[in-house]
């Protein structure tokens, strides 16, 4: 059993517009929870030209960091995978959100996490 969610960038959040750009996955049996993202300039651009691209890649790292766990992702990173994963998909209004979760069932968690990325992001 694994949970996931779809990471978007939201340019202008009044709008409702986004772009799929990573998925985070969780699975507590493999004790996994890892994200993978893209951050793909050109795509981006068609939503919206002004976009702080740095910003956004920094917020992306950041949540990469998050699943890894660790000091360099801050004090949500120490928390246990599970509070990880609920803190990192908890409802926002901000440029980088994600979907609501989405639970399934899988042998392999990696594998999972790199089908789901090539289906819902590239």
């Not at 068609?46 to 917020?59: P, Q, R, S, T, V």
Request: aromatic share 10%; with cysteine; proline share 2%.
């Amino acid at each position: 059993m694994f949970e996931y969610a779809v990471i978007r960038v939201v340019p202008r959040v009044e709008r409702e517009e986004f772009l799929n750009v990573g998925v985070i996955l969780y699975c507590k049996k493999e004790r996994f929870l890892q994200a993978r993202f893209v951050c793909d300039e050109r795509r981006l651009g068609i939503f919206e030209d002004k976009l702080d691209l740095g910003e956004i890649h920094a917020y992306l790292t950041a949540i990469e960091k998050i699943c890894m766990g660790g000091k360099d992702g801050g004090p949500i990173a120490r928390l246990d995978a599970a509070s990880r994963f609920r803190w990192l998909t908890a409802t926002r209004s901000t440029v980088v959100q994600t979907s609501k979760t989405h639970p399934g069932l899988c042998a392999d968690a990696a594998d999972m996490l790199e089908r789901l990325f090539v289906h819902l992001v590239l």
